[in-house]
């Protein structure tokens, strides 16, 4: 064809028609260019159709990588939420065991007040009747001491009354016998 079209376009020239249609300039760069043409549009073709099916494949790569860091981070989040709802879970836990734990023991504390208050509201009695015994017991031994007392100073007393009286007999004794010598000397 290419030499029949070349054929064509020196009868044309020939029969005097200047202008070259635009069929005709198709035809002859077809003749020159066509096999390398048709050989890029070819390559074109296949690299076109290689790229894209990389450009499919990278895609399709992406689109799982990203379906798998997805599910990842889901997975993740979702470990960290039951994470978070276990550590939740367990300080709700422990926080009503410790305030049970708290109430027992404030009852514990305030029951061993309780009997603390009693026990030494009885051991302040049982003191008090002690020392109500002891002043009665300390009484009588005072009015023991000083119903003795008296009496021994009685005694005393009366002791030395005599006894003072005897000095005084004693002494007008003397004084009689200091007469009497007194006179016989005389």
Same mark, same amino acid.
């Given at each position: 064809m #290419?030499?029949?079209a070349a054929?064509?376009a020196?009868?044309?020239n %020939?029969?005097?028609?200047?202008? #070259?249609h635009d069929?005709?300039?198709?035809?002859?760069?077809d003749?020159?260019?066509?096999g390398q043409?048709?050989e890029? !549009?070819?390559?074109?073709?296949?690299?076109?159709?290689?790229?894209?099916k990389?450009?499919?494949?990278?895609?399709?790569?992406?689109? *799982?990588?990203?379906?798998?860091?997805e599910?990842?981070?889901?997975?993740?989040?979702? %470990?960290?939420?039951d994470?978070?709802?276990?550590e939740r879970d367990?300080?709700? *836990?422990?926080l009503?065991?410790t305030?049970?734990?708290?109430?027992?023991?404030?009852?514990?504390?305030k029951?061993?007040?309780?009997?603390?208050?009693?026990?030494i !509201? !009885?051991?302040?009695?049982?003191?008090?009747? !002690?020392l109500?015994?002891?002043?009665v017991?300390?009484?009588a031994?005072?009015?023991?001491?000083?119903?003795e007392?008296?009496? *021994?100073l009685?005694?005393?007393?009366?002791?030395?009354e005599?006894?003072k009286?005897a000095?005084?007999d004693?002494a007008q004794?003397f004084?009689?016998?200091?007469r009497s010598l007194?006179?016989?000397?005389?």
């Amino acid at each position: 064809m #290419p030499r029949n079209a070349a054929a064509q376009a020196k009868q044309r020239n %020939q029969n005097g028609d200047p202008v #070259p249609h635009d069929d005709d300039v198709d035809k002859i760069r077809d003749i020159i260019f066509g096999g390398q043409m048709r050989e890029y !549009a070819s390559r074109f073709d296949h690299l076109e159709e290689r790229l894209g099916k990389t450009i499919d494949s990278l895609k399709k790569g992406f689109e *799982t990588r990203l379906e798998k860091l997805e599910r990842s981070v889901e997975t993740r989040l979702q %470990q960290v939420s039951d994470r978070i709802s276990s550590e939740r879970d367990e300080r709700k *836990t422990t926080l009503s065991s410790t305030r049970g734990e708290l109430r027992d023991l404030e009852k514990a504390i305030k029951k061993q007040l309780t009997e603390t208050d009693k026990r030494i !509201a !009885a051991e302040v009695e049982e003191i008090y009747g !002690a020392l109500e015994e002891e002043k009665v017991e300390l009484s009588a031994v005072i009015e023991k001491s000083r119903s003795e007392i008296s009496k *021994t100073l009685e005694t005393e007393t009366a002791r030395l009354e005599r006894h003072k009286l005897a000095s005084k007999d004693l002494a007008q004794l003397f004084v009689e016998v200091s007469r009497s010598l007194k006179q016989d000397g005389k």
